[in-house]
């Protein structure tokens, strides 16, 4: 078993700024500058309405005044989202030994915002995101690919963004013996409640 010990940085009370989306776009500058793989990857913890959880990789696609991502809104987590539409968000950058937990509710984006972000990408991923009835079986991969070769490439209706508006924040630098820096915002009426927690 592996047993490394974090020693890239620490996260001090003066090192905190008081805005967390400023902290949340810092930390995913640095880890852009530092070349960490995929910076914009994060997990997606979604649940039913009777609590189960599921959890899954996406890609973070923009930072306003909540967080942005792009999906099927059938698949099991839009069906999820639209049960239960409290969700969290964790990024690992390994390189920095450093992660953020986000909480919040999620809603879905304007018609605008996901037709000028499906316009953005390249012809065949509009092809295949549109095609794809994620989240479904298939017979097989031939069939995928016959829905993709059927498919044009406008935005169905079933496809577009989501903004996760957060309540949390958790900003986590590893530290030498398992005694890591843990920094926790919490909404409140004015503003942020900033506060250290064990690790
Ligand atoms: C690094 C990474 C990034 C991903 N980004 C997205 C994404 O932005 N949108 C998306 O719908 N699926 C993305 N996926 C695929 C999802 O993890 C998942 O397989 C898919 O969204 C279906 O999840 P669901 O069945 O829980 O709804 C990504 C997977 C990985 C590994």
């Known amino acids: 078993m592996q047993r490394s010990d974090y020693t890239k940085g620490e996260l001090m009370e003066g090192d905190v700024l008081r805005d967390p989306f400023l902290m949340f ?7 852009r500058d530092e070349n960490v793989v995929e910076p914009e990857a994060f997990c997606l913890s ?4 009777d609590g189960r959880p599921s959890a899954r990789m996406l890609l973070l696609r923009g930072v306003d005044h909540g967080l942005l991502f792009y999906t099927n809104y059938l698949s099991r987590k839009g069906r999820e989202l639209t049960e239960n539409p409290f969700a ?3 990024f690992w950058w390994g390189d920095l030994e450093r992660q953020v937990r986000i909480e919040g509710e999620v809603h879905q984006v304007t018609a605008e915002e996901s037709d000028a972000y499906f316009a953005s990408r390249p012809a065949s991923s509009r092809q295949a995101s549109a095609a794809s009835p ?16 059927a498919e044009g490439t406008d935005r169905p209706d079933h ?3 989501y903004r996760l508006v957060p309540t949390a924040f958790e900003f986590w ?4 013996s398992r005694l890591h820096d843990r920094f926790r915002f919490t909404k409140v009426e004015n503003g942020w409640l900033i506060e250290r927690l064990a690790p």
């Open 88 to 90: 969290a968000m964790t």
């Open 25 to 31: 776009r810092e930390w995913l500058g640095t880890a």
């Open 46 to 49: 979604t649940a039913t309405a």
């Open 159 to 161: 496809w577009g963004g």
């Open 134 to 149: 994620q989240s479904q079986v298939v017979s097989g991969r031939d069939e995928l690919e016959e829905r993709v070769a």
């Open 173 to 176: 630098q590893g530290r030498p």
